[in-house]
């Protein structure tokens, strides 16, 4: 018998910003997160084509006023999608999904919504990310925002 051999988890993605232009008429109607072997990754659903977005590392992750807010984790990552669409109101703002346990997650919550929609990613450190857009399923989108266990 032989063993598994564990994943490869070179993630050569970097921790510089990243963006798409643009702006879409569609709502975010969820956020939601799930753990794989080698990241961590949050995904925002559109019920339309994707959106314009931007995902940063920054040292204060701000509210819509310009107020600090807390976020657990030693690096914030802020999330800003551009829609035209309707607000989207998680069942409790400061914790907008349960990321208990996650290698890398420590804390998303949901900052703002209406003409953008922000959210803060808490993350352990400082980390590769990479973000891009998904469509479907059928005519919805989704931004996926995939953040390293490692260097």
């Not at 990243?18 to 995904?43: E, I, P, Q, W, Y």
């Amino acid at each position: 018998a032989s063993a598994s051999a564990a994943p490869a988890c070179a993630a050569t993605w970097g921790s510089r910003a990243k963006s798409l232009d643009g702006t879409t008429n569609a709502s975010v109607t969820n956020a939601r997160a799930g753990r794989h072997a080698c990241f961590d990754r949050m995904v925002v659903d559109l019920n339309g084509t994707g959106a314009g977005y931007r995902v940063e590392y920054v040292n204060t992750l701000t509210g819509m006023a310009g107020t600090p807010l807390a976020l657990r984790g030693g690096a914030k990552i802020q999330v800003t999608v551009r829609t035209r669409g309707h607000m989207y109101h998680p069942t409790t703002m400061s914790e907008a999904v349960n990321v208990r346990g996650y290698t890398t997650f420590r804390q998303i919550r949901c900052v703002a919504s209406g003409g953008v929609t922000k959210f803060g990613l808490g993350v352990r450190a400082r980390l590769p990310m990479r973000a891009f857009i998904l469509r479907g399923p059928g005519t919805g989108s989704r931004l996926v925002i995939d953040v390293a266990h490692h260097w």
